[in-house]
């Protein structure tokens, strides 16, 4: 109660003595936009100047009070007042060791938010007058490369599906579809802006496929709110023969288990150079005569036989190394074992051997 009593007070002084002369003596000059990028430091850029009549008048001058108010935020965000300085958690001079000579009264947000963004209004009183003056803060946060999701994941040319593309960022820009020849789709998908807790816009676009006619490759590209390109994802949808040239899967084509042992069948993905960033989506091994697959890995889930697992102990999909490791080897484990992997960024088959040895 006591400082909001103080500032009331403050900031009557400042309005009613605002017509008279008190104004001529200090300006405060303010960069007037100030742009940050979200969760780095973001500085407003404002300096005391005080008029040549002053330097005659006031040989010293002193800064008694600066206040640093968010236009919607009730409590000063800084607030220096006769040598006691007090600011929310977050802001500061930004001058690391200011004092009251000091006139760069420039504010320092630590960690940019996107409710940082808005109007600033500050306040200084001198020994030799006072003045307020405004600063605006543009928030941005660059666009994620985003990702691509198909439905259903091992989409083909030959079945209807959807691709599902979404990016994050801010301020509101917009997402588009490109072909395999770099043109934009005639028909755009509606553009989906959900807002993240942290303010950020999450945009979302689904682009229907249907069977036959596609393209082999879509891209989705992410414009920034001046409409500039900031990034994009391809994806190459299976079945194309594009896709298969794309991802390749070298697997050792003969792998010799011992009876009761571990036996591992090992199998690498390679990507093309051009490809970026690129996501697994799937990974499917399976054996002749065995029905159901002996390992799965799709939608983020893995499921398997008993006994089998990925090699790599914290696999993920980023992991190329997507070798098969049986646990306890037996005679009826020897025979042909078929590895599918799908990308976003296309798909491909290999098959390996392995052959069981050892006392039986
Ligand atoms: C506010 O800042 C602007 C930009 O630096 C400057 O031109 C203007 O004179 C300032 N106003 C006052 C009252 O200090
Ligand atoms: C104010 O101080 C900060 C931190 O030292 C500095 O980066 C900035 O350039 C200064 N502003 C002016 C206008 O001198
Ligand atoms: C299958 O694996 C072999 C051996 O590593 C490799 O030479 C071949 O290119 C692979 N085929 C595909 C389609 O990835
Ligand atoms: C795949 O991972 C397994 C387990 O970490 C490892 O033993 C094997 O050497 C890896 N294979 C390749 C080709 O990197
Ligand atoms: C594995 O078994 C197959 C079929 O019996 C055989 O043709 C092949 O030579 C064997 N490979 C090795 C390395 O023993």
């Known amino acids: 109660m006591a400082s909001a009593g103080f500032l009331l ?20 000059h303010c960069k007037t936009q100030n742009i940050g ?24 001058p002193e800064i008694m009070v600066v206040i640093w108010r968010k236009e919607g935020v009730e409590e000063p965000v800084l607030k220096y007042n006769h040598g006691k300085l007090t600011s929310l958690p977050g802001y500061s001079f930004a001058e690391p060791s200011w ?19 808005g109007v600033y209004t500050c306040y200084v009183f001198t020994n030799s007058g006072f003045n307020k003056n405004q600063t605006r803060l543009s928030v941005t946060a660059k666009y994620g490369v985003p990702t691509i999701q198909p439905q259903p994941q091992d989409i083909d040319l030959n079945t ?26 005639l028909e755009q998908p509606e553009v989906e802006v959900l807002k ?37 994802k391809s994806f190459n949808s299976a079945g194309s023969s594009q896709s298969e040239a794309f991802v390749k899967i070298h697997c050792k084509t003969q792998n010799i ?10 199998c690498v ?3 093309l150079e051009e490809v970026e960033d690129p996501e697994i989506l799937v990974v499917i091994w399976s054996r002749e005569g065995v029905e159901e697959p002996i390992l799965k890995y799709e939608n983020g889930k893995l499921t398997s036989l008993p006994g089998y697992l990925f090699a790599e102990p914290s696999w993920n999909n980023k992991n190329v190394n997507v070798s098969l490791l049986i ?26 051997r392995l052959n069981v040895t050892g006392e039986l």
Do not use: M
Not at 102 to 109: E, G, H, K, T
Not at 168 to 182: I, M
Not at 197 to 215: D, M, P, R, V
């Open 9 to 28: 007070l403050t900031l009557a002084v400042l309005n009613s003595i605002g017509s008279s002369q008190g104004y001529a003596f200090v300006e405060i």
């Open 37 to 60: 990028q979200y969760e780095q430091e973001s500085r407003l850029d404002c300096v005391i100047h005080y008029s040549e009549r002053d330097v005659v008048d006031v040989e010293d």
């Open 99 to 117: 004092n009251n000579k000091n006139v760069n009264v420039s504010l320092l947000i630590h960690k940019t938010a996107v409710k940082d963004e």
């Open 160 to 185: 209807d599906g959807s691709l599902t593309c979404k990016s994050t960022g801010y301020p509101k820009g917009r997402l588009s579809w490109f072909d395999k020849d770099d043109n934009a789709l």
């Open 196 to 232: 993240t807790e942290n303010g950020l816009f999450l945009l979302s676009s689904t682009l229907k496929i249907q069977g036959g006619s596609a393209f082999s490759q879509y891209t989705c590209k992410v414009f920034n709110a001046r409409g500039d390109e900031e990034v994009e």
């Open 257 to 266: 288990g011992q009876y009761e042992q571990e036996s591992r069948l090992d």
């Open 269 to 271: 993905i390679h990507y």
């Open 327 to 352: 646990h306890k080897t037996a005679v009826k484990d020897e025979g042909v074992y078929t590895c599918y992997v799908f990308t976003d960024s296309g798909y491909n088959i290999n098959h390996t």
